[in-house]
């Protein structure tokens, strides 16, 4: 079945719901399924409708009259299709598990998208990319040839018409002006439980620490290193006698978990950021 779903955020207000179901109800839309949630510290509302699409009503008529109805009581308002899957760039380095899984779930149909192509700093996961009949780029960066390699990244952004980028354990920084014009569309996994143990090797900095849970968090890159807002996280017991190694091998399971979390619901439309937080619709749905 084909899908238009909305997402919508205001200032909290009587009569919403009445207002925005009638909205699509005058126009003959079934409602599928109807979330909302009322952020009470701030005021604001927050709204994620799945419709029935039967194609009897033009897609560019609806979002202009939704458009003028917004204004009316200044929605902030974005809108999706099913029958236009996300197309997503994975971005690596050398790790292959993060990669590899989102690779798996797409094939198996899990992730309901289009991953048309992988870029990587290193050859390593070269292979991989060609396990899974994906063309790989490889951009080698350094210092003097990021700006030129972040060009060549956006080229192909376009060129494949993406609309997604998972920094699939992409161990680089992106530049504030890449993150800026793509803000909202890079997820970024960390192998740590943030806010806690940022940087490269979290898993070593737990195991100093001592704690008796590690963790990964999926977050929205932005300029901030590890900063962004957290969509997804996880965490798992450790003992005493687990070394750093163990540590990071437990960590590539939960990694794993949590940025295909992560990436299934944004292809979903399930997010709205708010701030520094993101409002995550349930599954399912």
């Not at 002006?177 to 192998?191: D, L, W, Y």
């Not at 968090?217 to 006698?241: K, R, S």
Request: proline share 3%.
């Amino acid at each position: 079945m084909s899908a238009i779903v909305f997402l919508i955020q205001c200032k909290d207000q009587k009569g919403l719901v009445a207002g925005i179901t009638s909205f699509f109800a005058e126009r003959q839309f079934n409602i599928l399924h109807c979330q909302q949630y009322t952020d009470t510290e701030v005021g604001q509302y927050f709204m994620r409708i799945k419709l029935e699409d039967d194609g009897s009503f033009n897609h560019q008529q609806l979002e202009a009259e939704f458009s003028q109805f917004a204004a009316t009581i200044d929605l902030h308002w974005s809108v999706r299709y099913s029958e236009q899957p996300y197309r997503v760039a994975l971005l690596v380095t050398r790790a292959s598990h993060c990669p590899y899984d989102l690779l798996l779930r797409e094939l198996e149909g899990e992730l309901k998208c289009d991953i048309p192509l992988i870029i990587g700093n290193h050859r390593d996961l070269e292979d991989m990319a060609r396990q899974f009949d994906k063309p790989f780029y490889h951009l080698p960066i350094t210092a003097e040839t990021k700006q030129a390699q972040e060009a060549e990244i956006k080229r192909l952004l376009a060129e494949f018409d993406i609309d997604l980028i998972v920094m699939a354990r992409y161990m680089q920084i992106l530049s504030e002006e890449f993150v800026t014009e793509f803000s909202g569309r890079i997820i970024n996994i960390h192998h740590g439980f943030l806010p806690a143990f940022q940087g490269a090797k979290p898993y070593h900095q737990a195991y100093e620490r001592g704690v008796k849970i590690i963790g990964a968090t999926a977050h929205y890159a932005t300029a901030e290193l590890d900063e962004g807002p957290i969509i997804a996280q996880d965490v798992q017991h450790v003992q005493h006698d687990n070394s750093p190694q163990d540590l990071v091998m437990m960590g590539k399971d939960i990694e794993r978990i949590v940025l295909a979390r992560a990436v299934k619901a944004h292809i979903e439309h399930r997010i709205i950021i708010n701030g520094r937080r993101t409002i995550v619709f349930s599954e399912g749905a």
